[in-house]
C-alpha cells in the first residue's frame, strides 16, 4: 500500500464512547487510566471521542486521563462536532468546538469529524456552513485533519465526497456482520473511500458488543477454528485486516476488553484464506439465523404500486440480533429511503401472491410501522 494518512499508526483505537462507570454512573476515572496506560504501552496512540457522548462526561474523562497526565505528542485525539444535536443554530453548533476544546485541555484536536452524517441530518452541516468552519480551524492550527462519521448509503457518500473532494478521511461503520449488509453497506463504502484514496477510520467493529457475544451458530464456526482468538478478536482481527485503514476503533468498557484487544493486536497478521473461510462460515451463519424466512428473490418487489423495499425491510429485522434500536432504525431509513415505507403499504396482495416462501408479507411489514414513529 502507497503511504496515506494513518498508514503508520496502531490499528487499535481508543473509542471513548462505552468507558467504564461507577455505581451512580459516572465514568470510572481510575480504570479507565489503567486502560489508557495500557493501550499507551501497547503502542495505542489515537484516541476518539465526541461532544455528544455520555453528555459530555467523555470529554471531561479525557482531562483526567490524558491531557492532565500524558504528553500531548504521545497520542492523538480525535472528537466530533454534531450539527444535529444540541445545538439550535449555526452559532450553538460551532460552538462545540470551543466547548470540546475547554473540556479536554487537549490543545488542539488530531482529527476533527463531522458527525454521525445521514440522510436525515447531512443538510445542517451545509446549513450550519461547517464544511467550511473546519477548513477555518485547520488553517488557524486547531485541528490537523478533518473528516467525518458517515452512517448512510453509497450514494450518499458519493455525493458528499464530490461535494467536498478535500476531505481528508472518513469514519465507517465496518464489521463482518455488516460487510454485504444493505442497511449499512459496509463494503462499498469502503471501496468507495480506497477508490478515491480516501483513508477510513472504522468504528463498530464488534457492533457494539454483539460481535463479542454473537448467536450460537456463530460461536460454533469460531470455537472450530482452533485460533485461540476471542469472539470479539476475530471481529477486530476482519477490520484490522483491511486495506487502507487509520485504525480500528473499539469502544471498550473494561481493562478486561482492553487487554483482550492488546492480545489481538499483539500477534497481528494479515488474514489468510483459511481465516476468511472461517468469516465466510461466520456470515453464513447470521445469515441463517432468520426470524423471517425470506429468500431476498424480490419476486414481491416487482409489481408493487408503492415501491416498497420488502426483502430489505426483512433483512433490517433478521440482522437486528440484539441491536439497540437507533441502528435499526437507521438502517430501515437507509434502506426505505426514496422508496416506499411499510405504512405506505395498501394490502393489494400483489406481494403474498408472487412470494415462493409464501410469507403473511401484509401483517410482517405492519410490525415495522413502529420504526417510522
Known amino acids: 500500500m502507497p503511504d496515506y494518512l494513518g498508514k503508520d499508526t496502531y490499528k487499535l483505537g ?83 468546538f470551543t466547548t470540546s476544546l475547554e473540556r479536554t485541555g487537549a490543545g488542539y484536536f488530531d482529527y476533527y469529524l463531522l458527525h454521525a452524517i445521514q440522510r436525515s441530518t447531512y443538510g445542517k452541516y451545509d446549513e450550519y456552513r461547517i464544511w467550511d468552519y473546519v477548513k477555518e480551524l485547520k488553517d488557524k492550527g486547531l485541528i490537523r485533519h478533518w473528516g467525518f462519521s458517515f452512517h448512510a448509503d453509497p450514494e450518499l457518500l458519493e455525493i458528499l465526497l464530490d461535494a467536498h473532494p478535500d476531505t481528508e478521511f472518513v469514519q465507517l461503520q465496518i464489521n463482518y456482520a455488516d460487510w454485504d449488509n444493505p442497511g449499512v453497506a459496509s463494503r462499498r463504502n469502503w471501496e468507495i473511500c480506497k477508490e478515491r484514496g480516501i483513508p477510513v477510520t472504522v468504528m463498530e467493529p464488534v457492533k457494539g458488543g454483539i460481535l463479542a457475544d454473537p448467536i450460537d451458530s456463530v460461536k460454533a464456526v469460531f470455537d472450530g477454528s482452533g485460533s485461540g482468538l476471542s469472539y470479539a478478536g476475530w471481529a477486530v482481527r476482519f477490520a484490522v485486516g483491511l486495506d487502507n485503514i487509520i485504525t480500528v476503533l473499539s469502544g471498550m468498557s473494561s481493562l478486561q476488553q482492553m487487554r483482550d484487544n492488546l492480545r489481538t493486536m499483539k500477534d497481528i497478521k494479515p488474514m489468510t484464506e483459511e481465516d476468511m473461510s472461517v468469516i465466510r462460515r461466520a456470515q453464513e451463519a447470521l445469515n441463517a439465523d432468520k426470524s423471517i424466512p425470506c429468500t431476498a428473490c424480490h419476486y414481491c418487489t416487482e409489481g408493487c404500486p408503492m415501491n416498497i423495499p420488502i426483502p430489505e425491510i426483512f433483512n433490517v ?34 406481494c403474498e401472491a408472487a412470494c415462493p416462501q409464501h410469507l403473511e408479507i401484509i401483517d410482517l411489514l405492519k410490525s415495522f410501522r413502529e420504526l417510522e414513529e
Not at 459530555?56 to 462536532?81: F, M
Not at 433478521?318 to 395498501?346: H, L, M, W
Open 317 to 350: 429485522a433478521n440482522r437486528k440480533k440484539g441491536s439497540p434500536r437507533f441502528r435499526t432504525v437507521r438502517e430501515y431509513n437507509i434502506v426505505t429511503q426514496d422508496k416506499g415505507k411499510a405504512s405506505d403499504c395498501i394490502e393489494c396482495g400483489q
Open 14 to 96: 481508543f473509542g471513548l464512547m462505552r468507558l467504564p462507570k461507577n455505581p451512580d454512573g459516572s465514568i470510572n476515572i481510575e480504570e479507565t487510566t489503567l486502560m489508557a496506560d495500557e493501550f499507551l504501552a501497547a503502542g495505542g496512540t489515537y484516541f476518539d471521542t465526541a461532544y455528544v457522548y455520555d453528555n459530555g462526561e467523555s470529554e471531561k474523562a479525557v482531562r483526567s486521563v490524558l491531557t492532565d497526565r500524558i504528553p500531548r505528542e504521545r497520542y492523538t485525539l480525535a472528537t466530533k462536532l454534531h450539527a444535529a444535536m444540541q445545538c439550535s443554530d449555526e452559532e450553538s453548533a460551532k460552538r462545540q
